[in-house]
């Protein structure tokens, strides 16, 4: 082999691009591209997630401090603590409590003098969709009155529907369930 030929078979070899680089760079181009793709679809679900777990923050911190009023007040009080619970609900429970309070209760309460202590045990979001929430309650309540020789205490049980109307949540209804059925089995057992 003469230098002219290993010449050109050099020359030949620096002439022609290797095609190693554009096959690494084409594949780093399209990791590079799977990779965002999945980073952005992961974010999409993280603010999902976050929308959701807002939601039910709000559905709860709306329930509790519904029900804080609810069962927290006094006779002589009232008028104050039924404005506060109707600026916490829409008009339907608006309508539901002016049904009861025209039967005269609200001033028989303030006559004997009542006065509500209560305590949420816990509050459970049943359902969570379309704007729309199902809650279930626990709260201990302990009643006075000067037609009481003493207190009584009761455990409570309420259902109750938040909606979200305006992008605030209000409570829409509240149902007392029948307190004879007496506390739920996890507050009764020992934990021990």
Same mark, same amino acid.
């Given at each position: 082999?003469?230098?002219?030929?290993?010449?050109e078979t050099?020359?030949?070899?620096?002439?022609?691009?290797?095609?190693l680089p /554009?096959?690494?760079?084409?594949?780093a181009? #399209?990791?590079a591209g799977?990779?965002?793709?999945? /980073?952005q679809?992961a974010e999409?679900?993280r603010?999902?997630?976050?929308a959701?777990?807002?939601?039910?923050?709000?559905?709860?911190?709306? #329930?509790?401090?519904?029900l804080?009023? *609810?069962?927290? /007040?006094?006779?002589?009080?009232?008028?104050?603590?039924?404005?506060?619970l109707e600026?916490?609900?829409?008009?339907?429970?608006r309508e539901? #409590?002016?049904?009861v309070?025209?039967?005269?209760i609200d001033?028989q309460?303030r006559?004997?003098?009542v006065?509500?202590?209560?305590q949420?045990?816990?509050?459970?979001?049943?359902?969570?969709?379309?704007g729309?929430?199902?809650?279930?309650a626990?709260?201990?309540q302990e009643v006075?009155?000067?037609a009481?020789?003493?207190p009584t205490?009761a455990?409570n049980y309420?259902?109750?529907?938040v909606i979200?109307?305006?992008?605030? /949540?209000?409570?829409?209804?509240?149902? *007392?369930?029948?307190p004879?059925?007496?506390?739920?089995?996890?507050?009764?057992?020992d934990?021990?």
């Amino acid at each position: 082999m003469n230098d002219t030929s290993v010449l050109e078979t050099t020359t030949t070899a620096r002439a022609r691009p290797s095609v190693l680089p /554009w096959v690494l760079l084409v594949i780093a181009v #399209a990791f590079a591209g799977v990779t965002t793709a999945a /980073w952005q679809r992961a974010e999409g679900e993280r603010s999902e997630l976050a929308a959701v777990q807002s939601d039910r923050d709000q559905v709860v911190l709306r #329930a509790q401090a519904f029900l804080v009023e *609810l069962v927290n /007040w006094e006779g002589r009080t009232l008028d104050q603590t039924i404005s506060t619970l109707e600026s916490m609900g829409t008009d339907n429970l608006r309508e539901s #409590a002016a049904s009861v309070l025209g039967l005269n209760i609200d001033q028989q309460l303030r006559d004997l003098n009542v006065r509500s202590v209560g305590q949420i045990q816990d509050v459970f979001i049943q359902q969570l969709e379309n704007g729309r929430a199902g809650v279930f309650a626990i709260v201990r309540q302990e009643v006075e009155s000067d037609a009481l020789e003493q207190p009584t205490v009761a455990f409570n049980y309420f259902d109750m529907r938040v909606i979200r109307l305006d992008g605030e /949540w209000l409570i829409d209804e509240v149902v *007392l369930i029948d307190p004879s059925l007496g506390p739920p089995p996890l507050l009764t057992q020992d934990p021990s």
